[in-house]
């Protein structure tokens, strides 16, 4: 005769719940040369950017599934052989003001600044310098790979591509 944690068991292993898999938080990225604090609107998308005029890259990350509360991004920026050539962690609130600051796994302590509101979602700008950087001293031309990702999930949040011509 079988107990009720042995038929409670059987029970499980015959029909085991199904995880439900947690989507992760997607980002439309847009890529500018300007950067207008203040402005609620992304600017339109530029693919491409003269090496030698361009101060720097800005990188709009736009989310329209965060609920309120406090965010790190991160930003990886991939040169054209594929190299990663900086990475860059940003925290940010979304709705109600958040804290001053936390403590990121794998960073440290992250000043907290709020999100940009706007009609599509919350966003999040990252600069790539470019103007008397490594970058443009050693004529890195090509096509750049921008990764984010948020809150350490695997996959990433968003990913886009722009070129720097000489």
Do not use: C
């Amino acid at each position: 005769m079988t107990t009720w944690v042995e038929r409670g068991l059987a029970a499980a292993l015959e029909h085991p719940p199904e995880a439900v898999p947690t989507a992760p938080h997607q980002a439309e990225l847009t890529t500018s040369d300007g950067y207008d604090v203040g402005a609620s609107e992304i600017p339109p998308d530029q693919e491409s950017f003269a090496l030698f005029e361009v101060r720097a890259v800005y990188v709009y990350a736009r989310y329209s599934d965060l609920e309120d509360g406090t965010y790190v991004q991160r930003t990886a920026f991939h040169t054209p052989d594929g190299g990663l050539y900086a990475q860059m962690a940003r925290a940010f609130s979304v709705g109600p003001e958040g804290p001053a600051t936390i403590i990121a796994s794998g960073i440290g302590e992250l000043a907290v600044q709020p999100a940009t509101v706007s009609p599509g979602g919350p966003f999040v700008v990252t600069p790539l310098f470019v103007s008397g950087t490594p970058i443009m001293l050693n004529v890195v031309a090509g096509t750049w790979r921008v990764v984010v990702t948020l809150d350490g999930q695997a996959e990433p949040a968003g990913q886009t591509s722009f070129d720097l011509v000489k």
